[in-house]
């Protein structure tokens, strides 16, 4: 992660406990570490965990939970300098997690978010923030179709404003798909296995 200040660092996993660590340098060049279970609440992981930086500033690490029932977790440096560590499955419905780690993303109209897939059947989630500071989550193997996934999930936003997942299937022999929510609004899903050729992952 880039934070707006200078400092730069990553997210890990305590090989010993699953507690979150950040291990960061500020823009004075000094690197330092913390234990973000010990101090922000964050709880135990299995490793799945992804940092990004807001456009408002705020630094958000999502976690995967070990001892939770795979819950998601946001814990998030604010601003104003606090920490804050909130379970988005208990509070916003986001289901328990599977797979790799969580995908950030950050849409070119302030929206941040992150993309996972449901431990139970393999559906692609998206769990989001507008700009206006409203939580949701949505299941896009619902809204639009996109093929259950193994949990191997990827998330950008290309430079006229779509947003990207890329995930690989978990029933359609590993092929390679893409769902964007376009410009435009509306949401599409293409096998890229099958209209491009790209080899089964």
Known sequence: FTQTNGTVGVATANA???????????????WATSDLTGTAGTPVTDGAVSASTDPDGTLAIYS????NGNHLSLTALQPNGAWATVDLTN???TPASAGGAPSTFTQTNGTVGV?????DN?????TYKSAAGTWATTDLNTLVGTPATDGAVSASTD???TLALYTR???NGGHLNLTALQPNGAWATV???NTVGTPAS
Request: proline share 2%; net charge negative; no cysteine.
């Open 159 to 161: 430079p006229d404003g």
């Open 122 to 126: 393999g559906h692609l989630q998206i």
């Open 191 to 193: 096998d890229l296995t």
């Open 91 to 93: 509070t916003v419905g």
């Open 64 to 67: 995967r939970g070990s001892m």
């Open 115 to 119: 993309a996972t897939a449901n431990a």
């Open 16 to 30: 010993d406990n699953g507690h979150l660590q950040i291990t960061y340098k500020s823009a004075a060049g000094t």
């Open 169 to 171: 299937g978990s029933l």
